[in-house]
């Protein structure tokens, strides 16, 4: 399985944009890049994904890199609402039980 | 309604009992999951069913042993808990063919006495 690499944490400002990087050099041509979070006490949830293209919705969007290596979950307005754990994981999309491994995550902190 | 339940959400309970947590997905999704959490929050997957049959089984102690009576349901039974199950699982659901998201659920915390 495609590894991801993701800072521990990261900290934010209440209504200014976060950006929260991802690496994933070993991704391959199948492979979708999907984010999710997890907020205290909550079970992990889905946020976006994307395969080659920038992806837009609700929630946050998603820029891809051209080589595809790596990608940034953007969110617009961040709100205390938001401080949660962050995974960037990679998903075959080619393999129809394709299972989410999640990684360690960006611990994100929202100050008022 | 709750698109992925789970229960109970709280189980304390001694070494060696015998447990079983229940989860329903009402998604119509053909996939179900459960996945462990541990103190170290890291989350780990240990089953998969498609459409009630096994398809992931990721190195889990035999004690463990997944049930789906029907696509909608995935029961998790453990036999003679170990403090080392302690643990938050989340059950997951989500649509095999397609490529979006898994639903969870709330979470089981299960503390082993």
């Known amino acids: 399985d495609a590894k991801t690499t993701q800072p521990n944490s990261m900290e934010s400002n209440e209504e200014e944009p976060v950006h929260l990087p991802c690496n994933h050099s070993?991704?391959?041509?199948?492979?979708?890049i999907h984010w999710y979070r997890q907020l205290p006490s909550q079970g992990p949830e889905y946020v976006i994904h994307?395969?080659?293209s920038n992806v837009n919705n609700r929630m946050a969007s998603l820029a891809i890199a051209e080589d595809r290596k790596s990608s940034t979950l953007i969110l617009h307005r961040a709100t205390l609402r938001d401080a949660a754990v962050y995974y960037c994981i990679l998903r075959d999309g080619d393999n129809q039980g394709g299972k989410l491994i999640f990684g360690q995550g960006t611990e994100l902190s929202v100050k008022p | 309604d709750t698109a992925v339940s789970q229960t109970p959400k709280y189980l304390v309970t001694q070494m060696g009992n015998d447990k079983s947590i229940k989860c329903e997905q009402n998604?119509?999704?053909?996939?179900m999951y459960w996945y462990k959490q541990d103190s170290k929050k890291f989350l780990k997957i240990m089953f998969s069913?498609?459409?009630?049959?096994?398809?992931i089984n990721e190195t889990v102690p035999n004690r463990f042993s997944p049930k789906s009576p029907d696509k909608a349901h995935l029961n998790l039974h453990i036999n003679s808990l170990e403090l080392g199950d302690s643990a938050v699982y989340f059950c997951a659901s989500s649509q095999a063919w397609d490529r979006v998201g898994y639903t969870f659920g709330s979470g089981t915390r299960l503390t082993v006495v």
């Open positions: 994307g395969l080659t």
């Open positions: 069913y498609n459409n009630k049959e096994l398809i």
């Open positions: 070993t991704i391959s041509g199948t492979d979708y």
């Open positions: 998604l119509g999704h053909d996939t």
